[in-house]
Nanobody
């Protein structure tokens, strides 16, 4: 059974940093893309960043470019989201998700981790 477990969320002041981790288990992910999404109160879930497990190529939503960095540790089956220069509008529940390369839908999701940025 494929499982994704996020950790690393918390409360931070504006301008601060957090690193989220997503531990993946249950299969090999060499043909998968791993992504981070977030959902703020009263808003729809939105894409944040993704990374190809095999090639390492990355995509980011415009609002986090230059501030967030997604990376992966293949040996430990873990994906990270380094978040710098955090803003109050980054406050949300952050979810890790996985999909096969070439597919559109992310079909494996973690339980989420709360990130709160105070002004």
């Amino acid at each position: 059974q494929v499982q994704l477990v996020e950790s690393g969320g918390g409360l931070v002041q504006a301008g601060g940093s957090l690193r989220l981790s997503c531990a993946a288990s249950g299969r090999t992910f060499s043909s998968y893309r791993l992504g981070w999404f977030r959902q703020a109160p009263g808003k729809e879930r939105e894409f944040v960043a993704s990374i190809s497990w095999s090639s390492g190529n990355t995509y980011y939503t415009d609002s986090v470019k230059g501030r967030f960095t997604i990376s992966r540790d293949n040996a430990n089956n873990t994906v990270y989201l380094q978040m710098n220069s955090l803003k109050p509008e980054d406050t949300a529940i952050y979810y890790c998700a996985a999909r096969r390369e070439g597919k559109f839908d992310y079909n494996v999701w973690g339980q989420g981790t709360q990130v709160t940025v105070s002004s």
